[in-house]
């Protein structure tokens, strides 16, 4: 299966927006989701594991969620602000073989 | 703390091979799956496979199945991703991760540029 982003989103400081993930076959809450944020020259880092679980350091300003009947796994970004500029991955499991989304490049503007 | 710390940038012509190394420290290095994952250059990530460091057992994505190798030395805690027959799309940055947690990539090392050139 193929994880869906979109390409781009943009919001203001302060808003919030959501991030969504679509898997193409197959039920989403099948395999746990994962979310990454990348930012310009870095290595990227984990923001969400197991759908909805935040690692420790993770500010709770990001959350994660899922949805069966959309086949689509959110991320949800509130208070925004300009740091969280970057690029953000939603990765899943197909069995024994890792599934990564195309990316969404987040611009607060 | 848990950290990977990655080889240098490596420079190879076409057809070549390349060997990048990963050496893991701050935990115990056969307890969890390592991941090979890399970025071609303004482009998302793209997934080559994992191993097992402590059977060496491994997943390859099948895109790459005849052209990466990944095995590790345990007495080192060190990782290591062979790819062979490089063309110039494998110009990329590549990373291992720790898998943890559910997460394939928990804990990521800072990337190995990789430049395949004539």
């Known amino acids: 299966f193929m994880l869906t982003q979109p390409h781009s989103v943009s919001e203001s400081p302060g808003k919030t927006v959501i991030i969504s993930c679509t898997r193409s076959?197959?039920?989403?809450?099948?395999?746990?989701v994962q979310w990454y944020q990348q930012r310009p020259g870095s290595a990227p880092t984990i923001l969400i594991y197991?759908?909805?679980?935040?690692p420790s350091g993770v500010p709770d300003r990001f959350s994660g969620s899922i949805d069966d009947s959309s086949r689509s796994a959110s991320l949800t970004i509130s208070g925004l602000l300009t740091g969280d500029e970057a690029d953000y991955y939603c990765?899943?499991?197909?069995?024994?073989?890792?599934?990564f989304g195309g990316g969404t490049k987040l611009t607060v503007l | 703390q848990p950290q990977l710390v990655q080889s240098g940038a490596e420079e190879r012509g076409p057809g070549a091979s390349v060997r990048v190394s990963c050496k893991a420290s701050?935990?115990?290095?056969?307890?969890?799956?390592i991941h090979w994952v890399r970025q071609a250059p303004g482009q998302g990530l793209e997934w080559l496979g994992w191993m097992n460091p402590n059977s060496g057992y491994t997943v390859t994505a099948q895109k790459f199945q005849d052209r990466v190798t990944m095995d590790r030395d345990i007495p080192t805690t060190t990782a290591y991703l062979e790819l062979t027959s490089l063309t110039y799309e494998d110009t990329a940055i590549y990373y291992c991760?720790?898998?943890?947690?559910?997460?394939?990539?928990?804990?990521w090392g800072q990337g190995t540029l990789v430049i395949v050139s004539s």
């Open positions: 701050g935990y115990t290095f056969t307890t969890y799956d």
């Open positions: 076959s197959g039920n989403i809450a099948s395999s746990s």
């Open positions: 197991n759908n909805d679980k935040r």
């Open positions: 990765q899943s499991f197909d069995g024994s073989y890792v599934v």
């Open positions: 991760a720790k898998e943890e947690r559910t997460a394939a990539a928990y804990l």
